[in-house]
Each structure stands twice: as structure tokens, then as C-alpha cells.
């Protein structure tokens, strides 16, 4: 079956601009991650969402993020006033539950720059 | 606070040489799980195995093998027989009991399989 999918792979975009980072989780899990990846280091949590609500942003680092999931599938990770600083491969995750012993499957990322 | 660290940032062996790599983690909670990713070139993070804390039990997975130690809190990965498709960057992840999957994961160590 289908993995969990990123568009774009890639986005290039200038300071101060507004971005969006979709993620397309498999069929029927109820769970999704967004992580962040800087530059030789590992991934760090920053949302989740059970079904269509965020039960946990406290990775957003500012309130220049922010993320949707308004189907209880796709999700949105959206970006204001880009800043050099948000440079990174986002990542996208999803587990059929919640249950913190489940295996996370993951998106291939957006790579983030911000020039 | 959790923590894991994973002090190996590189390492490089040739082809059947057999390699540790090594995860030691911070916890204060008694029940968590620990997990093991495998990020190859293409990006997407791989599971590779995933132990609670009550599970001291070592496990083999063909040349994969996992030492879990409460004692040291450790969570070491060998690989035996190393091959040139093992090269990638292994994370070592910690999330805690009850709720949800909230990765913790190290700064991964990059291992380079050489011919």
C-alpha cells in the first residue's frame, strides 16, 4: 500500500515569505507527527494530532507555525514570515493509533530553504 | 528531562567487519519504550525494533542484534557482518508510557560501509 507522502519534496523560498508543507498520512491512521531535521541532527517533535485535533504543539517553536488537519487526514503545516532559521527537511509521520509503543511510519520530508 | 544521546558521530568500517553503535538515554519515568531508526540516503526513517522497559531481553533479528541494559541505560545496536547497504544514519528514539508517541530521538550516528 501507499506510504506516507510529502509535497513538496523541495521548496526554495525567500525570507519574510509565507509557506505551506502537506502531508498525506497512510489510510486510516488516526495519528500524525510533524518533526523537524536540521542539518546533522535528528529529528525533533514539533505537533500531533489524534484525528483532527492538535493534542500537542508544544514543538512549534514560535507562532510563526502553525498546523491543520481538518479531515482527520491530510495535514498542513504552514510557515509565516520565513526566516533563514527554519532551514530543515520537515517530516511527516504517521501510526495507526496513538499508543506511544507504535511504530511511526515516515514521510520522505520537505527540505526547507529559506534563503 | 529525557535525553538520548547517541556519542558516535561517524563511524567507518569495512565490509564484514562487525560494529556497535551506542544509545544511552535519560529518563526519570520507570515505564518507556525505546526504538531504533534507520535513515538511508533516500531520507525516510526506517523502524527497526522498538523494547519497553520491562523487556530487558536482548534480541536478534538476522545480522541485527540489540543490547538493552536499565542498569547502564543503554540501548546498543550491533550489526554483524557489516554490508555496503547498511550505510545510512541510525537514530536511537525514547517515548514515554501512556498516551501518545512522541519521539525523542539522538543526534544519530552515520555509518559508512566500505567495499
Known amino acids: 500500500g501507499a506510504g506516507v507522502s510529502q509535497t513538496p519534496s523541495n521548496k526554495v523560498t525567500e525570507k519574510g515569505k509565507y509557506v505551506e508543507l502537506r502531508c498525506d498520512p497512510i489510510s486510516g491512521h488516526t495519528a500524525l507527527y510533524w518533526y523537524r531535521q536540521s542539518l546533522g541532527q535528528g529529528p525533533e517533535f514539533l505537533i500531533y494530532?489524534?484525528?483532527?485535533?492538535?493534542?500537542?504543539d508544544s514543538g512549534l517553536p514560535n507562532d510563526r507555525f502553525f498546523a491543520v488537519r481538518p479531515e482527520g487526514s491530510v495535514s498542513t503545516l504552514k510557515i509565516q514570515r520565513t526566516e533563514r532559521g527554519d532551514s530543515a527537511v520537515y517530516l511527516c509521520a504517521s501510526s495507526p493509533t496513538s499508543g506511544s509503543y507504535n511504530e511511526q511510519f515516515f514521510g520522505p520530508g520537505t527540505r526547507l530553504t529559506v534563503l | 528531562a529525557q535525553k538520548v544521546t547517541q556519542a558516535q558521530t561517524e563511524i567507518s568500517v569495512v565490509e564484514k567487519e562487525d560494529v556497535t553503535l551506542d544509545c544511552v538515554y535519560e529518563t526519570r519515568d520507570t515505564t518507556y519504550y525505546l526504538f531504533w531508526y534507520k535513515q538511508p540516503p533516500s531520507g525516510e526513517l526506517v523502524f527497526l525494533i522498538r523494547?519497553?522497559?520491562?523487556?530487558?531481553q536482548n534480541e536478534i533479528s538476522g545480522r541485527y542484534s540489540w543490547n538493552f541494559q536499565k542498569s547502564t541505560s543503554s540501548f546498543n545496536f550491533t550489526i554483524t557482518a557489516s554490508q555496503v547497504v547498511d550505510s545510512a544514519v541510525y537514530f536511537c528514539a525514547l517515548t514515554l508510557s501512556g498516551g501518545y508517541n512522541k519521539l525523542i530521538f539522538g543526534a544519530g550516528t552515520r555509518l559508512a560501509v566500505h567495499p
Open positions: 523494547r519497553n522497559s520491562f523487556d530487558e
Open positions: 494530532f489524534q484525528g483532527t485535533g492538535a493534542a500537542d
